[in-house]
């Protein structure tokens, strides 16, 4: 039960606080080129070759804050069951990669099935 807790704590604050810096951030800036798009998008207009000109640029911003925030949150409850601190931070070093690209790939596929990618 506590775990659960944990996470959904966890999940909220880090929503919130990434809402906060990113998505209100990116949103701000309207004029193309002034924007810096955040990293998520960078990372998916080269991987996925997202079209962000069809994109919904605050749905896409949306959908990373959650699932960045939900990437975050499993990896904190996971590594806190564990009580060495050096376990701790050897799973965070080995798990945050292939996590973060696991749950991108799932946005990439969602941005195909959407049709926000270039025709290539």
């Given at each position: 039960?506590?775990e659960?807790?944990?996470?959904c704590?966890?999940y909220?604050?880090?929503?919130?606080?990434?809402?906060?810096?990113?998505?209100?951030?990116?949103?701000?800036?309207?004029?193309?080129?002034?924007?810096?798009?955040?990293?998520?998008?960078?990372?998916?207009v080269?991987?996925?070759?997202?079209?962000?000109?069809k994109?919904?640029?605050?749905?896409?911003?949306?959908?990373?804050?959650?699932?960045s925030?939900?990437?975050?949150?499993?990896?904190?409850?996971?590594?806190?069951?564990?009580?060495?601190?050096l376990?701790?931070?050897l799973?965070?070093v080995?798990?945050?990669i292939?996590?973060?690209?696991?749950?991108?790939?799932?946005?990439g596929?969602?941005?195909k099935k959407?049709?926000?990618?270039?025709?290539?």
């Amino acid at each position: 039960m506590e775990e659960i807790i944990l996470f959904c704590l966890c999940y909220l604050f880090i929503f919130v606080v990434y809402q906060i810096f990113v998505v209100s951030k990116a949103k701000k800036k309207n004029d193309k080129k002034e924007r810096k798009d955040p990293v998520e998008i960078q990372f998916l207009v080269k991987r996925y070759h997202l079209d962000i000109k069809k994109a919904n640029y605050n749905q896409l911003l949306q959908i990373i804050a959650i699932v960045s925030s939900l990437d975050i949150s499993l990896l904190v409850t996971f590594v806190m069951l564990f009580d060495s601190l050096l376990i701790r931070i050897l799973l965070i070093v080995l798990f945050v990669i292939p996590v973060i690209l696991i749950s991108y790939h799932f946005v990439g596929n969602f941005c195909k099935k959407k049709g926000w990618i270039k025709n290539v």
